[in-house]
């Protein structure tokens, strides 16, 4: 299995929802990613963890919250979203420290109403 | 992070190679350049990256100028499937390495 799997692909919430987006992955990658893309921008780099472990959190709003709860999955759930944090969320694993080999999910358009 | 700077958009025509170029003027003795392409719809790809020798695989190319304060991506004959945002990255070689996006270049390829 060499794909980094993301669930849903398409979200609409709610200003006041709760909600979570899910990653998987089965490659043994001890590194997983959260980015964020606004459309026609490149992908901002939110949240690392390497060995189930969050090692930097690009100063991301406390709205988002990321979850590791095993080597194979990454969540990132999400509270009183903005309009504004409308965009694609992509997931992504890695061997840590590995920067060329990167798999990439296809991401989860997510729209805040 | 040392910076990159690439061409907004580039076009090609099919079956023609293509070549991107990235400057990094300020890279570091340490640091690998990286390349990765985003298929409209998609999450980036990983492309083809090198340190200092020129590099081939499958999918492409990567000429490093010999002072490293410039490379290219060489796509020998493109097709409508490599239209995509290529995105050159410079990455810290060790353990503390991150993928840090900067702005790409939009290729367009013409039948």
């Known amino acids: 299995d060499t794909e980094v799997t993301q669930t849903p692909k398409h979200l609409v919430m709610g200003m006041t929802n709760k909600k979570s987006l899910k990653c998987e992955q089965h490659?043994?990658?001890?590194?997983m990613y959260w980015y964020k893309q606004k459309a026609k921008k490149p992908p901002e780099l939110m949240f690392v963890?390497?060995?189930?472990?969050?090692?930097i959190n690009e100063s991301v709003p406390s709205r988002f919250s990321p979850e590791c709860p095993n080597s194979s999955l990454l969540n990132l759930h999400l509270h009183a979203l903005q309009p504004e944090d409308s965009a694609l969320y992509l997931c992504?694993?890695?061997?840590?420290?590995?920067?060329?080999?990167?798999?990439f999910g296809s991401g989860t358009r997510l729209t805040v109403v | 992070d040392a910076k990159t700077t690439q061409p907004n958009s580039m076009e090609s025509n099919e079956e023609e190679p293509v070549h991107l170029p990235c400057n990094h003027s300020?890279?570091?003795?340490?640091?690998?350049i990286h390349w990765y392409r985003q298929l409209p719809s998609q999450g980036p790809e990983y492309v083809i990256h090198?340190?200092?020798s020129n590099v081939n695989n499958r999918m492409a190319s990567l000429a490093i100028a010999e002072d490293r304060k410039s490379s290219t991506l060489i796509l020998h004959r493109a097709t409508l499937r490599d239209a995509a945002v290529y995105y050159c990255?410079?990455?810290?070689?060790?353990?503390?390495?991150?993928?840090?996006f900067g702005k790409g270049t939009k290729l367009s390829v013409k039948p």
């Open positions: 963890y390497s060995y189930e472990k969050l090692s």
């Open positions: 992504a694993s890695s061997l840590p420290g590995q920067p060329d080999g990167y798999t």
């Open positions: 490659m043994g990658h001890r590194a």
């Open positions: 300020t890279i570091s003795g340490t640091d690998y």
């Open positions: 990255i410079l990455n810290y070689g060790g353990s503390q390495g991150n993928l840090i």
């Open positions: 090198g340190l200092t």
